[in-house]
């Protein structure tokens, strides 16, 4: 049994949450090759929509994640990853999770906190 | 400021996370006309992808979603709902998440737990 990457044209989107404090560190998509070298390597592999390739999470920056559970949801078109951060960042900003700014008043408000500079990460 | 609904086709991913504890309860779209109600009325309002229509959740189950956070992640793509979720239950087969199933050893097996029968609720 797997995701149903046929049902959105190949791609299942991943839920990645921090494996101890449940914090939502990002939203990637999977194909099935994708899939399987997530499950076979145990670090996180995702498929770039921009470069249209398979994207080993942390490959530039060594920032990977590293597996601890997978799940997948009622309609079996959708994972969530519980992950160990390396790097303590997952967004390529620097921030701890890519949902660094919150709605409020109508606008949105950086809430995130920077872990590193993405300058001195991606030479 | 709002999410970037041209990029995939009109439709955002949004991810449903319980706001006290952290569990992420399911992944659903939002085309623009979802996201104004859901800011506008403050319960989440999806886009039903095989029903092609607005979905205000719970509208059947009495289980609506009362939003307390609304987070934008780097690109503006993706939603994250922190979300208080009436009737402990935002699966449509009666678990607490629809990521209800883990892997394990190759297969899938079902951690979640049942908050209701569905055929009681859905009548």
Chains 1, 2 share one sequence.
Not at 89 to 107: I, M
Request: aromatic letters at 10%; charged letters at 25%.
């Amino acid at each position: 049994m797997e995701p149903d990457f046929e049902k959105a044209g190949g791609l299942v989107p991943a839920v990645v949450q921090d494996h101890e404090t449940g914090e939502v560190l990002m939203l990637a998509y999977m194909n099935r090759a994708a899939w399987l070298k997530t499950i076979e390597t145990g670090k996180a592999v995702y498929w770039s929509r921009s470069r249209r390739s398979l994207w080993l999470k942390g490959e530039t920056s060594g920032h990977v994640q590293l597996v601890r559970e997978v799940l997948l949801d009622c309609d079996a078109d959708t994972v969530l990853l519980k992950v160990t951060q390396i790097g303590d960042a997952a967004c390529h900003t620097g921030y701890r999770s890519c949902f660094y700014r919150k709605l409020a008043g109508g606008d949105f408000e950086v809430i995130g906190e920077r872990m590193f500079d993405p300058q001195e990460v991606y030479k």
